[in-house]
């Protein structure tokens, strides 16, 4: 079976997953930022740049809802685990947009741009305009326990 990008269906994917973080409750509904009907008009080719992305990633870029800010500070939606709002032009305008790759990754391709960034044992998860598929990359697993179980292949 071929899976087919389609930004719509991403972006819809996306709002869903938020919108059920909003249930458990991990974010508040306040804090999910929709984008103008045209897109967000601040995410460009040219303020976007040192992301390294192709037009594919930053129609999406531009089209996606973000996580704002919360009042307590606390913006995981996973363990270790934050989404990267690029609508903030804070993010954009002190330089950290080359940063947002996890460090053992080296960098990564134009078509495949980051959703979340994870601290040491958190989640990236990576979206593949040319896949259609999102990657949940973790730096360091964080086993459940420091031997295999009795009856395990590798006890």
Known sequence: MTIKYDR????????????FLTTIPAIQASNILEPPTDGW?????????ALGKDEVVIDLLRHL???GRTHSGNE???YDTVVINYSDNRLRNNGSLDSLVPTTTGKLPAHVVSLTIG??????LLLDTQQGTI???IMMER???SHPPPGSPDH
Do not use: C, Q
Request: aromatic letters at 16%; hydrophobic letters at 30%; charged letters at 25%.
């Open 8 to 19: 719509d269906v991403a972006v819809e994917a996306i709002r869903s997953y938020y919108k």
């Open 41 to 49: 008009p601040s995410l460009t080719t040219k303020s976007l740049a």
């Open 65 to 67: 809802p973000y996580v």
């Open 76 to 78: 995981n939606i996973s």
């Open 119 to 124: 601290a040491r044992y958190g989640s990236y």
């Open 135 to 137: 990657t949940d990359y």
């Open 143 to 145: 086993p459940e326990r």
